[in-house]
């Protein structure tokens, strides 16, 4: 299947950068191929000098306190900039800057599915930023139990400034947003997986630099979560005449 949100793309190198695909009940390996447009070795050093040595921007007032659900959440400007931003924060963390953007501030991770990357990024990046996060499993919540998802998500924005929720239902992560007066961040669920798609454009943006004009972008693996947070992003980002093509597991098997 080929995703084409604009103009058929250019193609002149190739990275391979193999993922693990998650799935709630079958976890398979995937490989994501990315093509990108002729970008000279001096055009990426430039560009990772430039991370190394500016500030991250402000953010704007519009994107404080906000979910982020599905990819589709954010427009092209505002992926960008989670973007810069995380350059910055890298830099920092690096050169063993301080980054305390988030002192005396708390989340809670509730994850109905084991991880090591999510989880782990997570709390070590509350921690460098200054704030804490709280790990909680389906056996340390009631939720487990048969609470109703309004009231933890009520009870839960007493206590904490934003949610880290990974379940298998997307359904019940749009439950626990809409009753809770914090953010609430996907950390994964059946349908989309927005942080893991944010690390797979940092990495691709580390090496071949900033723009995604021109590019070609292959997921080879299951179409589950991953395979439509992809989708989702090369729609948003359709002006950089950027093109998708899916193979999938069905496909492979016949």
């Not at 084409?4 to 002149?12: E, F, L, V, Y």
Request: a positive charge; aromatic letters at 8%.
């Amino acid at each position: 299947t080929t995703f084409r949100p604009s103009a058929s793309a250019r193609d002149t190198s190739t990275l391979h950068m193999h993922r693990t695909s998650k799935r709630k009940s079958n976890t398979s390996s995937a490989a994501l191929h990315f093509i990108p447009p002729s970008l000279t070795s001096s055009r990426n050093d430039s560009y990772r000098r430039n991370t190394m040595t500016r500030e991250a921007k402000p953010i704007p007032g519009h994107m404080k306190g906000r979910d982020w659900l599905m990819t589709q959440d954010w427009s092209d400007e505002e992926i960008e900039l989670a973007l810069d931003t995380a350059d910055s924060l890298k830099a920092e963390f690096k050169s063993d800057v301080p980054s305390l953007h988030l002192p005396h501030k708390s989340a809670f991770l509730i994850f109905f599915d084991k991880s090591t990357r999510t989880r782990n990024s997570f709390e070590a990046g509350m921690t460098q930023l200054g704030g804490h996060a709280l790990f909680l499993s389906p056996r340390d919540t009631q939720v487990g139990r048969g609470e109703p998802i309004e009231d933890t998500a009520r009870m839960l924005s007493r206590y904490v400034h934003g949610v880290v929720y990974r379940t298998f239902g997307h359904d019940r992560l749009e439950a626990l947003a809409r009753y809770s007066t914090i953010p609430v961040v996907n950390g994964l669920s059946d349908k989309f997986h927005p942080v893991q798609l944010l690390a797979d454009m940092m990495t691709i943006r580390q090496s071949f630099g900033p723009a995604l004009d021109d590019a070609r972008v292959a997921w080879i693996g299951d179409g589950n979560n991953m395979a439509h947070s992809w989708i989702c992003l090369l729609y948003t980002f359709r002006a950089h005449e950027t093109s998708l093509h899916l193979v999938c597991r069905l496909l492979l098997e016949k």
